[in-house]
């Protein structure tokens, strides 16, 4: 098992950046691919970034590619989000998670934070 505590969201404007954290504890943090899935109200949660257990490959959603970076510190067992350009469409809840690969599709991931919200305004 492994535990996830996303922290890093809020408020901005748009067109600034914010930065989620997503700390990880209990069963070692690189035996997971790690994830990034965000869910806005009314709407199903969709996937945002992907990284695997080195952080040598990452995979984006079209919406978020070029503006969002996402990384890991194994040796922190923390993994980020670097969101940048944020526009009013990215308001969300954003999820970290923990699965086995690298995949687009929620159910694949096994272990998920609580969330944290990022609103942006116009």
């Known amino acids: 098992q492994v535990q996830l505590v996303e922290s890093g969201g809020g408020l901005v404007q748009a067109g600034g950046s914010l930065r989620l954290s997503c700390a990880a504890s209990?069963?070692?943090?690189?035996?997971?691919?790690m994830g990034w899935f965000r869910q806005a109200p009314g709407k199903e949660r969709e996937f945002v970034a992907a990284?695997?257990?080195?952080?040598?490959?990452?995979r984006y959603a079209d919406s978020v590619k070029g503006r969002f970076t996402i990384s890991r510190d194994n040796a922190k067992n923390t993994g980020y989000l670097q969101m940048n350009s944020l526009k009013p469409e990215d308001t969300a809840v954003y999820y970290c998670?923990?699965?086995?690969?690298?995949?687009?599709?929620?159910?694949?991931?096994?272990?998920w934070g609580q969330g944290t919200q990022v609103t942006v305004s116009s």
């Open positions: 998670a923990a699965g086995a690969a690298i995949v687009v599709v929620s159910t694949r991931y096994d272990h």
């Open positions: 990284i695997s257990r080195s952080g040598s490959s990452t």
């Open positions: 209990g069963r070692t943090f690189t035996s997971y691919v």
